[in-house]
Structures are given as structure tokens and as C-alpha cells.
């Protein structure tokens, strides 16, 4: 007769942390003002760069949003050596990456090559930076695929509703343009783009960050050449109207005649990742939506079967942030899915989360930051983001002991001062006419067609 082996249903308790070993951090300031984080990492002979300029869509003028994205993207569209598909023929050549985007916040210019290659691929960067060509053609065609990027945007619900989510949240802030107009895009020309970069980037407003196999004093007489004639320029950044405060829930929807579902997204502002409560909002978050067996994802999801991808967000930000809550749900079910959600906000601030909760959602976020720091990019990119969003010198080091010390009373004192579902704005993408009166028990409705 066969034993029959017990059935484990619990999993086992959680190691206690094992020390993170990060590689050390050295500071240099190039002969042109440009500030460089270096970190050796020897174990392969790889570089990873991420030269970062503290300049992104909040600083587009008003009359053109989006300016700040172009002119990212036009940087490896050319330079005034080499047209397009040289550049892009000299960055394969040498087996590397060279690409740039921006954010809300800053640009990145984000580089990957072997280490033997490093000095040709800093020449390469040089060039992008400070001598990018904004040739007519290739911003006419970066234009005309932005526009056409613009116009499938504008057909998805999910984009809808982040755009009227950030309109309501932000108020009058740039954080609450997450996209630009086709008329906006059509007056941009590449003197436009040329004025824009010339009164941002500059050394000292940007940041270097390597990471790999270097030689600190290889590496800096290679920047003196890549960047030689770079040169500080007092970079003033203006001061922003700072977001409302809301002190009601609202709800919006956007008119989507034809969906067959509705896209929720719902929530406000929140501490920025420099403020005491950021960190334990990100343990409450974890635990409220964050991952798979999170509460939202059991109890909306699971146990009542109002959406299959429900989930929560805590934005990272320079000058403001926000906690929402997101999923997409059945027209005749918005109501019910709407008041679960809250419910459980408010659940929170009432009862805060279980011991369990909290091991399991630290526990989480540490395994997840250590997994981050595994590659180079990712320490860079961390890096990158310690500086740009004015957060402690240290945090990298020190993150895993904060997560560590939030405590259920911290939980208790932080959802209670920073999360409220009586303030929160109800973004709905989907037919009004369907929708409409599940939705106006929230709150005020307000109603605007699809665009």
C-alpha cells in the first residue's frame, strides 16, 4: 500500500534578506562641467551609459506639446558629420545600441557597447548631443510618424483614459499633457527643434552615468575629446503651477460609442518619490494592486469576476505624483466594479493591511529591486532616476533596510494621510448612454466625446 505524501498548501516563510553587494560609485566633472557617476563592473567586458539632461515634456512650451520627444528622437537621426543611415551604419559597426527618448522629467540618451569600442561609441554620443543635425527631411518624416502614431493612439481606450485622468489630476501643471496635437507637431520645424536643444542641453544640465569595464582616466580623456567644446550655460528651469487639491470625487467619461467594454482608471495625487511617505505607499500599493494576489487583483478579479486585468500604480515624478487604480470591465457590471475598488480604499484606511500582507508585499519589493540591479542598465537607469528626481544619495544602498522598516502602524498613518476614495477622479472610457447611470452615484458626472 502506497504513503500518500501530504499535500503542502502554505508556502514556506521567507529568507531573511541576503546582503547586496553594489559595486562601488566614483564622481568626476569633466574639463567641460559635465558631471559623471562611474561604476566599475568587471564581470563582463560590456559598458552600459546612460547620459541623462533634465529636460522632458514639462518643459515643452504650451503652444507645442510633444517638442521635447521629437527633439529626443531627431538626436540619432543624424548629426552635422554624418547623415542618418551613416550613424546608424557606424553605431552597428561597432555592435552597439545608441538611442534617446524623454519623459515627463528628462531625456536619456542610453548607450550599450563592448569596452573595447567605448572611446569610438563616446564619439558617436558626442555627436548626437551636441551636434544633432535636425535635418528637414528626417524631422519631416519624424513628424509624420509621431502624427500617425498620434492618430492609433487616439483609437485605444487605455490611451483615453490616461489622457483624461492626467487633464483632471494635474489641472494646469505639463503633467497633464501626456501627448501632442497634430497641430502642435505640424508647426514644429528644425530650427524649432535646434532653439529647444540649444537652451537645454548643455553640461551642466545633464548627468553621465557608465557602468562596466573602465578606466577611470581612459575614460575622461575620452569624454574631453567626445564632448570637447560642451559648455555650461546656466540652464534656468521654470517654476510650474502646482496641481489642485481635490476635496471631491468626481467622475469622467469619455464618450466611446461602440466599446464593448469600459476602461476604468481612477485615483490622485500622491507624495514624490523624495517625500517620507513615498516608500510605504509603495508597500501599501504592492499589496493593494501591485502583483498578482494583490487584493484588488483576489477580490475584483478572482472572487467576483468584474474584470480579468485590475491593478494599482504609484508614478514616479519629479514634481508631483499619483496613486490610481485601473481595469477594464463589462458595461453592465462599471458600477459594481467601481464601488469594489473603493471599497477596498476604503478598507484600508480602516483596517491597514495584515502582517502578512506587509512581509509579502517587502519581501516582494526587495526581491524585485535586487533583480533590477542584476544588469548594468539597471543600475544605471537607477542611478540615472536618483538624481534626476532629487532622491537621497544613498537610496540605492539604503533601499531594501527602508522597506524593511515600514511597519503596519506606518501603513496605518500613511493610507490614512495619503488615500481617500471620497477624493478620488473617475476616469470611464465607453458608451455614455450605457454607462452613465451606473456611474452617477460617484459623484458629479461630467461627459466629453472621444476625440
Known amino acids: 500500500m502506497k504513503t500518500m505524501v501530504p499535500v503542502v498548501t502554505t508556502p514556506p516563510p521567507p529568507s531573511a534578506l541576503r546582503p547586496l553587494v553594489l559595486p562601488r560609485r566614483e564622481e568626476f566633472v569633466t574639463a567641460g562641467g559635465l558631471r559623471l557617476i562611474l561604476v566599475e563592473d568587471n564581470r563582463v567586458p560590456f559598458v552600459t551609459l546612460r547620459l541623462v539632461v533634465r529636460v522632458g515634456s514639462a518643459h515643452d512650451p504650451a503652444d507645442l506639446p510633444g517638442l521635447a520627444g521629437l527633439t529626443a528622437h531627431c538626436l540619432t537621426q543624424g548629426t552635422r558629420k554624418r547623415r542618418s543611415f551613416q550613424f546608424a551604419k ?3 559597426e561597432l555592435g552597439a545600441t545608441l538611442e534617446a527618448h524623454a519623459n515627463r522629467d528628462f531625456t536619456t540618451v542610453s548607450a550599450t557597447v563592448l569596452a573595447e569600442n567605448l572611446s569610438t561609441l563616446l564619439q558617436l554620443m558626442g555627436e548626437t548631443v551636441l551636434t544633432p543635425a535636425f535635418a528637414p527631411d528626417e524631422v519631416e518624416l519624424a ?228 533583480i533590477r540591479l542584476s544588469t548594468q542598465g539597471g543600475i544605471a537607469s537607477e542611478i540615472a532616476a536618483i538624481e534626476m528626481l532629487e532622491l537621497p544619495k544613498d537610496s540605492m544602498e539604503t533601499y531594501r533596510e527602508r522597506v524593511q522598516a515600514v511597519t503596519l502602524q506606518t501603513v496605518h498613518d500613511v493610507v490614512r494621510g495619503r488615500l481617500s476614495a471620497e477624493c478620488m477622479a473617475i476616469v470611464a472610457v465607453g458608451e455614455a448612454e450605457q454607462i452613465r447611470s451606473s456611474l452617477e452615484p460617484f459623484g458629479k458626472v461630467e461627459v466629453r466625446p472621444a476625440m
Open 143 to 370: 513628424k509624420e510618424n509621431t502624427i500617425q502614431t498620434l492618430r492609433y493612439q487616439r483609437t485605444q481606450p487605455n490611451f483615453l483614459a490616461r489622457e483624461r485622468y492626467a487633464q483632471v489630476v494635474f489641472g494646469k501643471h505639463p503633467y497633464s499633457r501626456i501627448a501632442p496635437t497634430e497641430q502642435a507637431v505640424s508647426e514644429m520645424t528644425p530650427d524649432t527643434l535646434r532653439e529647444f536643444h540649444d537652451r537645454y542641453y548643455a553640461p551642466d544640465n545633464s548627468l553621465l552615468v557608465v557602468v562596466g569595464a573602465v578606466d577611470d582616466a581612459q575614460l575622461q580623456k575620452a569624454l574631453d575629446k567626445a564632448f570637447a567644446g560642451w559648455r555650461p550655460q546656466g540652464v534656468r528651469h521654470e517654476a510650474h503651477e502646482p496641481p489642485p487639491s481635490r476635496q471631491e470625487r468626481t467622475v469622467h467619461i469619455v464618450d466611446r460609442p461602440g466599446s464593448v467594454q469600459v476602461n476604468l482608471l481612477m485615483g490622485h495625487l500622491a507624495p514624490r518619490p523624495n517625500e517620507p511617505d513615498f516608500l510605504p505607499l509603495e508597500v501599501v500599493n504592492t499589496a493593494l494592486g501591485g502583483r498578482a494576489g494583490s487584493r484588488l487583483f483576489l477580490n475584483v478579479r478572482e472572487q467576483k469576476g468584474f474584470a480579468y486585468d485590475v491593478s494599482s500604480h504609484l508614478s514616479e515624478h519629479r514634481e508631483a505624483s499619483s496613486f490610481s487604480m485601473s481595469a477594464q470591465v463589462r458595461p453592465e457590471v462599471v458600477g459594481e466594479a467601481v464601488e469594489g475598488m473603493l471599497k477596498e480604499v476604503e478598507t484600508l484606511r480602516r483596517d491597514g493591511l495584515t502582517a502578512n500582507e506587509l512581509d509579502s508585499a517587502k519581501n516582494y519589493l526587495n526581491g524585485t529591486f535586487s
Open 90 to 92: 557606424a553605431v552597428e
